[in-house]
């Protein structure tokens, strides 16, 4: 299977480029991913760092959950990976976690951003607060800052795939 990855808009309304300057990254991250078994997407494969490329989507569907749910909805949603025990739980995937859990988590909550969003303007600002935020944010900044927490992830991710199989690329 190979992700299909469309090129954001260069002639649209605001709201447009944002969805599409998100989705971009998504689906980068996805190929980043492709063609691997879960004992690759599992390696931690950057010494002395502990990221692997599951972790990383891991990670991804925790931030997804937690800017959209948590802070902009105000939801109680809690978290899927981490806890007291593990502060860090989504980066120490074990051999029993499996990419496809991994992977339909992530799109679980991929879709949740979409839906939350759908319908609320830009400078709409959040029910809740992130932990390490004064105050609520606008859906604009979250956004914003989504793009920038994946293109920042996806460096890692070309790290990390490089270092499995050699592959390279966008």
Not at 13 to 41: I, N, S, V, Y
Request: one cysteine or more; glycine letters at 8%.
């Amino acid at each position: 299977m190979t992700t299909q990855r469309t090129e954001p808009a260069q002639n649209a309304d605001e709201r447009t480029m944002l969805d599409g300057w998100l989705d971009h990254p998504r689906a980068t991250l996805a190929r980043k991913c492709e063609g691997l078994t879960d004992e690759q997407l599992r390696a931690a494969s950057v010494a002395p760092s502990e990221l692997s490329l599951m972790g990383l989507v891991r990670h991804m569907a925790e931030v997804e959950r937690s800017w959209f749910r948590r802070v902009f909805a105000g939801e109680d949603a809690g978290p899927l990976y981490y806890g007291e025990a593990d502060p860090d739980g989504e980066f120490h995937p074990g051999e029993a976690d499996t990419w496809k859990d991994a992977y339909e988590t992530w799109q679980g909550e991929i879709e949740a951003a979409r839906r939350t969003a759908a319908g609320h303007a830009l400078d709409e600002r959040s029910q809740g607060r992130h932990h390490s935020h004064s105050g609520p944010c606008s859906l604009r900044w979250i956004y914003t800052h989504m793009i920038e927490e994946y293109a920042r992830h996806n460096g890692h991710a070309d790290l990390i795939r490089q270092a499995i199989d050699g592959a390279t690329g966008e």
